[in-house]
């Protein structure tokens, strides 16, 4: 059974694959990494099939949101020109760093953290972080109140987001949001994080999306010529 408060997805293998470059030290892409992160973001882009209505009462057992999150370091100014519509974009800039791709459960109106531990202190990437996150219902659509703190190597870049990001974001059932911030204004970096939801009303719902999740993630690594370990 999937615990809501442990149960933690990293996108470890793909984050591997796209080794992207952080505000330090940018450097070339490689083709292999532009078409991790590409297929990557083909993924996130992809509904997971819905599900069939079965007999009888809805299950009633659970009141709690999946919720899966990619978390990207870009410049500012790549932010501000990306949306949903371009998304794929992405995989040929220069600058893009993907950050972490947790996966959590959490009751409605209860708040729930999501902590991912740093690289290695020599690498000058963007790494770490702290992410907590309250889900409330409104007008059939999810809010989602977050605070992100941020680690990094550089000691600056450290003081400037010591103080937590604070933020909102609307989602819809199984389709992906994009939100915006800005965590580095002298660097003019920022954070691009795309979002899906899905409310959790029993175990069929959590088996149902934990066999998207997986079906996607196998295609994802088979299209970017990797093999599930």
Do not use: C, W
């Given at each position: 059974m999937l615990r809501a408060d442990s149960w933690l997805m990293r996108g470890t293998l793909l984050l591997g694959l796209v080794g992207c470059s952080g505000a330090e030290a940018p450097r070339q892409p490689t083709a292999d990494s532009r078409r991790a992160l590409s297929e990557f973001l083909t993924a996130m882009s992809t509904r997971c099939p819905e599900r069939q209505a079965g007999s009888g009462q809805p299950s009633t057992e659970?009141?709690?949101?999946?919720?899966?999150?990619?978390?990207?370091?870009?410049?500012?100014?790549?932010?501000?020109?990306?949306?949903?519509?371009?998304?794929?974009?992405?995989?040929?800039?220069?600058?893009?760093?993907?950050?972490?791709?947790?996966?959590?459960?959490?009751?409605?109106?209860?708040?729930?953290?999501?902590?991912?531990?740093?690289?290695?202190?020599?690498?000058?990437?963007?790494?770490?972080?702290?992410?907590?996150?309250?889900?409330?219902?409104?007008?059939?659509?999810?809010?989602?109140?977050?605070?992100?703190?941020?680690?990094?190597?550089?000691?600056?870049?450290?003081?400037?987001?010591?103080v937590p990001l604070t933020f909102s974001a609307t989602a819809r059932q199984n389709e992906l949001t994009l939100a915006r911030v800005e965590w580095d204004a002298a660097s003019r970096r920022s954070l691009l994080l795309l979002f899906k939801t899905f409310e959790v009303r029993g175990e069929q719902d959590l088996r149902a999306i934990f066999e998207c999740k997986m079906q996607q993630r196998a295609e994802a690594l088979r299209r970017a010529g990797a093999s599930p370990p």
């Open positions: 659970r009141d709690q949101l999946f919720v899966e999150v990619a978390i990207l370091d870009v410049p500012s100014a790549v932010a501000a020109a990306t949306s949903l519509a371009n998304l794929q974009d992405l995989s040929q800039s220069l600058r893009v760093q993907l950050v972490g791709v947790p996966h959590v459960i959490v009751d409605f109106e209860h708040e729930a953290e999501i902590v991912t531990a740093p690289n290695d202190a020599a690498d000058q990437r963007l790494s770490g972080m702290r992410l907590s996150m309250l889900p409330h219902r409104a007008d059939g659509v999810v809010v989602l109140d977050m605070k992100l703190a941020l680690n990094s190597p550089s000691s600056n870049v450290v003081a400037a987001s010591s």
